[in-house]
């Protein structure tokens, strides 16, 4: 069965200090793994798409780390603000066929 | 630019009345989307567009229908609301499909409540 699962479900952290979130994947045929940040209420907003043949990418604070022979990836948040506080999904495209998504990671920073 | 928009932001229905979810892009996207976020779920795509006056099933279709009638639009209808169609309905675009790398591109949502 095709599914992305997070952990953890939820996490707290302090203004500052950095954090890793966790995605294992069983997605086949695999094309690329996404990162999407969705603020409460809003719409996701991408983060960053990474293909198989890619081990790390960056986008500011966050970076993010694929494994596809593991099927894992990481999202690590350096220096977190408070403007952090969302939720966190991870995607999997099963190529030409569909994204299949996560339940999501919610942090919340607090000062 | 504005990107994605969706409208109503906010909807409540009686169970067996109908409605319909406007969504407009202005990125000049062929690929369209209609999701649903649930609680506790990841999002579920229920149907899909990949260019104007084209429209396709996805996981959970069943008691929406949606038209493609400009390439910029694309619209999702509720026949005949059931409280478990209560949920957040996200609209998205994208340059290209499932296969590539492009980026969908999310609108702010409507949350529907039936009941």
């Known amino acids: 069965k095709n599914q992305v699962e997070q952990s953890p479900q939820s996490l707290i952290i302090l203004e500052g200090k950095n954090c890793t979130l966790q995605?294992?994947?069983?997605?086949?045929?695999?094309?690329?793994l996404r990162w999407y940040k969705q603020d409460t209420g809003r719409g996701p907003v991408s983060l960053t798409i990474?293909?198989?043949?890619?081990n790390t990418k960056s986008n500011g604070r966050y970076t993010a780390t694929l494994d596809a022979d593991t099927k894992q990836s990481s999202l690590h948040i350096t220096a977190s603000q408070l403007s952090d506080s969302a939720s966190y999904i991870c995607?999997?495209?099963?190529?030409?066929?569909?994204?299949?998504f996560g339940k999501g990671t919610t942090l919340s920073v607090s000062s | 630019n504005a990107g994605v928009t969706q409208t109503p932001k906010f909807r409540v229905l009686k169970t067996g009345q109908s409605m319909t979810l406007l969504c407009a892009q202005d990125?000049?996207?062929?690929?369209m989307y209609w999701y649903r976020q649930d609680p506790g779920m990841g999002l579920r795509l229920i149907h899909y567009?990949?260019?104007?006056?084209?429209?396709a099933k996805g996981e959970v279709p069943d008691g929406y229908n949606v038209s493609r009638l400009k390439k910029q639009n694309f619209l999702l209808g509720l026949e005949s609301a059931a409280p478990s169609q209560t949920s957040v309905y996200f609209c998205?675009?994208?340059?290209?499909?499932?296969?590539?790398?492009?980026?969908?591109?999310f609108g702010p949502g409507t949350r529907l409540t039936v009941t």
């Open positions: 567009s990949v260019g104007e006056g084209t429209t």
């Open positions: 995605c294992n994947y069983t997605v086949s045929p695999f094309s690329n």
């Open positions: 990474m293909t198989f043949s890619e």
């Open positions: 998205a675009s994208s340059y290209s499909d499932y296969g590539s790398s492009y980026e969908q591109y």
């Open positions: 995607v999997a495209n099963q190529a030409g066929t569909a994204l299949i």
């Open positions: 990125m000049n996207h062929e690929y």
